[in-house]
């Protein structure tokens, strides 16, 4: 029986479009079948879904350096992706809050995070210095970042201090760049910032934004390529989320489109993990999604939609859960990985 068929029977997708010559093109790649999918649920987010549990702890949290503050105000955010973070807006206020949840809330690790400038960069210099003796003092915690652009002295010192893991996310188009972040710098400067941060020790974790283009796929071929030409640690996809952007200025892409780019995803980088991370649309769009996800043989998903259990079950592909971010690993434990585009 094709897998067309045999995702077609499952309960959950019943009201799916999938896209058969689609979902063809996947079976007959048959990279699915040749690697183990995880399915994360990671402990900064409520989660149940109708096939797993989640975990209630929260050990992971996000700090922002400019609290909400943020002089790019992309089209596709305007800073809201920062709203939920814990504002740490001197490293004297970020050593204190780490400190009283090492003490209160058995930390675990915390992303640092905060809105660019207009270059979308991100001045961290001035953190370092406490991040270097919290790492010092407890050495157990893990510590991510947004790196946003940077150059290779600014990769060295972030490395230098201690960060783990550092996270930004990879455009390939010009006209992105210009319209949805209204920066003038080339796709270069994107380019320039992933070798500089690959030349380092840290565990690089570059994301790609499906549709960041107004929900049109434009530079995500040439993201691609990008990330596959760099020593990175993983891939981790997600697509944009229109609700997030000013009212009207976005589309949602088709599920099929983004399932065409996690088949090309897959073929660019067959030997490196790639995941689909926690944002992505809602409701039955999540659920096609995911499942050319699973069909397409990304190695995560985060948060998985409804049926994807019984969708790696129909295909015969084996499967596993972890109470984990799908970018940062801590111990058998958990990050967060969320995506700022910073
Ligand atoms: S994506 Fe980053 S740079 Fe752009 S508005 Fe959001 S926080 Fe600011």
């Not at 949840?101 to 991100?122: A, D, T």
């Not at 499906?210 to 997600?238: F, K, M």
Request: aromatic letters at 6%; one cysteine or more; a negative charge.
């Amino acid at each position: 029986m094709s897998w067309l068929d045999r995702v077609r029977a499952i309960e959950e997708l019943e009201d799916a479009e999938l896209d058969g010559a689609l979902i063809g093109r996947l079976q007959a790649g048959g990279r699915a079948l040749e690697r183990p999918l995880r399915f994360s649920t990671p402990t900064f987010k409520d989660y149940t879904s109708s096939e797993l549990k989640g975990c209630a702890k929260n050990s992971f949290p996000a700090f922002s350096i400019t609290a909400g503050g943020c002089a790019l105000m992309c089209d596709h955010c305007q800073a809201k992706i920062l709203e939920p973070m814990i504002p740490a807006t001197s490293p004297e206020m970020l050593e204190q809050k780490v400190r009283d949840l090492v003490m209160l809330q058995n930390l675990q690790g915390f992303l640092l995070s905060g809105g660019s400038n207009r270059r979308n960069e991100i001045a961290y210099e001035r953190y370092y210095p406490v991040v270097e003796k919290l790492k010092r003092e407890f050495p157990h915690l893990k510590i991510a970042i947004h790196s946003a652009l940077l150059d290779e002295t600014r990769a060295k010192r972030m490395e230098a201090a201690g960060v783990d893991t550092a996270m930004m996310d990879v455009i390939g188009a010009r006209e992105t760049i210009r319209d949805v972040y209204k920066l003038d710098r080339p796709v270069d400067d994107f380019e320039r910032t992933l070798a500089a941060l690959t030349a380092t020790d840290m565990e690089i974790v570059p994301h790609i934004v499906i549709g960041l283009h107004y929900g049109e796929i434009l530079g995500e071929a040439n993201a691609l390529d990008i990330c596959a030409r760099h020593g990175i640690h993983a891939l981790v996809l997600v697509v944009i989320m229109p609700f997030y952007a000013k009212p009207g200025s976005f589309v949602t892409p088709s599920s099929a489109a983004v399932g065409t780019i996690f088949a090309e995803a897959r073929e660019r980088l067959p030997d490196q993990q790639v995941l689909l991370g926690c944002a992505r649309p809602p409701g039955m769009a999540r659920r096609e999604i995911d499942a050319y996800a699973v069909m397409a043989g990304l190695d995560g998903i985060a948060f998985p939609a409804d049926g994807m259990v019984a969708v790696a079950e129909a295909i015969g592909r084996p499967f596993h859960q972890e109470h984990a971010c799908c970018s940062i690993k801590i111990g058998g434990e958990a990050a967060q990985g969320a995506s700022c585009a910073a």
